[in-house]
């Protein structure tokens, strides 16, 4: 009797293990349909979005100004500054916002050139703003840049650029 309820045992366990077996499989199946589902919403939702930003930015790039069409750059004396420096000064003081150089409007910058200069000894840029309008060379404001402190310059005088070479021209061609 012995060999038959070890051998009905056995069955039993037999029986248990593929039921067992089974349902594991069922709901490793049913995990495995349910997170390839939430992955597919997942991934259809961020194309959404990014074919909407896309498009916007699109839209965006037609509107912005454009070099050559509105405005002019000219880089000189490039061995005394590297440039990356340059354009991150000039991006921190607020002179690579072109829509806003070239507003008219009351709050905008109405800008027709720019002249940029690089004192060397104090680490700091010198701007010449001539707006839209000026009459003479002599018709400009002053500006700066303090390079290691990474701040404006305030009430800077005329001579402060006397003698130092031009590094940057911005020119707006919308007033020629």
Not at 50 to 62: D, G, L, N
Not at 63 to 77: A, F, L, M, V
Not at 83 to 101: Q, S
């Amino acid at each position: 009797m012995k060999k038959f309820q070890f051998e009905q045992k056995l069955k039993d366990l037999t029986k248990r293990l593929t039921r067992r077996n089974f349902i594991l499989f069922i709901a490793s199946s049913l995990m495995i349909v349910l997170i390839c589902q939430l992955l597919f919403v997942f991934h259809n939702k961020q194309s959404s979005v990014a074919h909407s930003e896309t498009s916007q930015s699109s839209s965006q790039v037609t509107n912005q100004r454009g070099e050559g069409k509105d405005y002019t750059i000219q880089y000189s004396n490039s061995s005394l500054i590297k440039r990356t420096t340059l354009n991150t000064a000039l991006k921190n003081a607020g002179l690579f916002d072109f829509t806003y150089l070239l507003n008219t409007s009351d709050d905008g910058g109405n800008e027709a050139k720019i002249l940029v200069y690089y004192n060397q000894a104090n680490q700091q840029l010198v701007f010449k703003f001539y707006q839209n309008g000026y009459q003479s060379a002599n018709d400009y404001q002053i500006g700066g840049y303090d390079l290691q402190k990474q701040t404006a310059i305030h009430s800077l005088q005329p001579s402060a650029f006397n003698g130092l070479p031009l590094v940057y021209t911005w020119e707006n061609l919308q007033t020629k």
